[in-house]
């Protein structure tokens, strides 16, 4: 079965980096958009970023656009979030998607469990 497993969250303080990494196994990875989407205590989860199969289209959400960069390996069938310039708004479970091209969270069918991020102000 398709199993995505994030990596790479923590505590930061506000102003620093994290690169987050999504492993993907059971599926053909090249054929899949993946997308990562974040949800905060209380919240709803939201959109952050999306790669199309190939890495040549990315969709940001505005919140998070100029700061974070989404990328893949197709031959290591992982997906990246690299996140700078950080801020306590940013603290969050953050979860990786595959699925279809898009910005919502219906166009993902396979998800993981979720890595923590936290912003210290």
């Known amino acids: 079965q398709v199993q995505l497993v994030e990596s790479g969250g923590g505590l930061v303080q506000a102003g620093g980096s994290l690169r987050l990494a999504c492993a993907a196994s059971?599926?053909?990875?090249?054929?899949?958009?993946m997308g990562w989407f974040r949800q905060a205590p209380g919240k709803e989860r939201e959109f952050v970023a999306a790669?199309?199969?190939?890495?040549?289209?990315?969709y940001f959400a505005d919140s998070v656009k100029g700061r974070f960069t989404i990328s893949r390996d197709n031959a290591k069938n992982t997906v990246y979030l690299q996140m700078d310039s950080l801020k306590p708004e940013d603290t969050a479970v953050y979860y990786c998607?595959?699925?279809?091209?898009?910005?919502?969270?219906?166009?993902?069918?396979?998800w993981g469990q979720g890595t923590q991020v936290t912003v210290s102000s």
């Open positions: 998607a595959a699925g279809a091209f898009g910005r919502t969270m219906a166009n993902f069918g396979s």
């Open positions: 059971g599926l053909t990875f090249s054929s899949y958009a």
């Open positions: 790669i199309n199969w190939s890495g040549g289209r990315t």
